[in-house]
Each structure stands twice: as structure tokens, then as C-alpha cells.
């Protein structure tokens, strides 16, 4: 939809590459907030038309601006497609990736989404006892199951993985699921990014091996905080 936009963006500014790239962080602002927050893009055909013609680039600072930081974590807490979550990581990891303790800073977008909790949890997580985003034990009813289903598409229940999971180990408990069995590999050995090595193997699975509702929004808070710095 944009692509007239940016054309137009390295036509106008051929001459100041830092302007160009002031440019592009803008749009990429701008489409993200819609996309994270859902909010509708039926105009954005009208928005391209517009951000051309606005010669002082007033128009697209005051639509960034309509997105608050609240907004932009809030959207990340559930509904979030498969495509959408793979850009998001992708990106985050990307940005982790400058700093110094990285060898490698570019990526090919190749990766395999994956969700922690399964989509198919009653299979094998029932044994796992519902509980808020403090750890409060919640009651085994249908308001408690809703709300882990919901779960199952926050941000913070995705990662990334650098190979597919055999169905019967992506469905299985944590422990198995990240440890894989026999011959069928599991969530640590496809780990080599940190948006699963340092959230999950590190920092969760080799700590307490416990992945619920409360693991989730501890995950969705940081991972909001990383989008709030690329975005807000």
C-alpha cells in the first residue's frame, strides 16, 4: 500500500540519506502501531495520498503520536496472529543483536513460530493449575480456561525457532516440550536466538521448568518494553 510513499520518500530526499532513513523509521512507526494495536487500516490507501503530499511530514508525527505506549503493550496480550508474532520477534531479535555480546547482527527471515503453551494444551497441560499474572492459584472453571486459551496467542507466550517441532512434541507438557524425547528434537535444540534462548531456556526452563498464565505476562512486560523502544 505504502510503496508509492516510498518511492516518492527516495525520489524527494535522494540527496540526504539521513533524512531517507528518518523517513522510513516513521512509516515503519506508523504501520506497526496500527498493526500491533488493530486498529483498522481501511484508509491507508488515503494515508499514502496524504503523507505525499504533506511536504512538511506534520501528518504522519501526529498519527504516530495518537498511540500510546499503553496501547502498543496492550496489543501484544492476546490475538496476535502467527505472521504478525514472527515480525515482532524478528525484529526484536534483530535489535538485541546490536549489542556488543553478538557476533552475528543480520538474520534471514527463515524462522519457525512456535507458541509455548500449544494451541492443543488440554491435551497434555490439564495437570497444570491455573493461576493469574501474580501466581494466584485460580479456580478450575470455564472463566480460568478462557483465559488461558486467550493466552495461547499473547506475544509472550511466542518464540521463534530455528527448525519445525514434531506435532507430538509441540503439543507435550513443558518440560518434554523444550527437552524433546528420543529421537524427536525439542525447544532447546532449536534455540538459537534469544528471544528463545535468554526468555525461555535461560531465564524460565532452567530456573523452575514451570510455563503457566503468570510466565506469559512476565514475558509480555519485557517484550512490551522492547516494542515501546522500536516503536513508541
Known sequence: TF?????????EYASDEKLIIEKLIELEKYVMSYLITKTTTKNFNKDCTTFINDKQGKEIKKRIKEFTPLQLKAGITENISNKLGTVILFWIELKRRLAPKYDTKTLQYNFQLEHIL?????????????????????????????????????????????????ASVSNNDFQKKMEGGSKKKGVIKYSSLSVTKDDLVDQVYNKKKIWNEQSITQREKYLGDEIISLWG
Not at 510503496?3 to 516518492?8: A, K, R, S
Not at 485460580?138 to 506475544?155: A, F, I, M, T
Open 3 to 11: 510503496n508509492p510513499y516510498i518511492i516518492f520518500i527516495f525520489k
Open 118 to 166: 500449544p494451541q492443543k494444551w488440554e491435551q497434555n497441560w490439564m495437570s497444570v493449575p491455573y493461576v493469574d499474572e501474580n501466581g494466584n492459584t485460580l479456580p478450575n472453571d470455564e472463566n480460568s480456561k478462557k483465559k488461558r486459551y486467550s493466552k495461547v496467542y499473547s506475544l509472550g507466550n511466542m518464540t521463534l525457532l530455528n527448525g519445525r517441532l514434531n
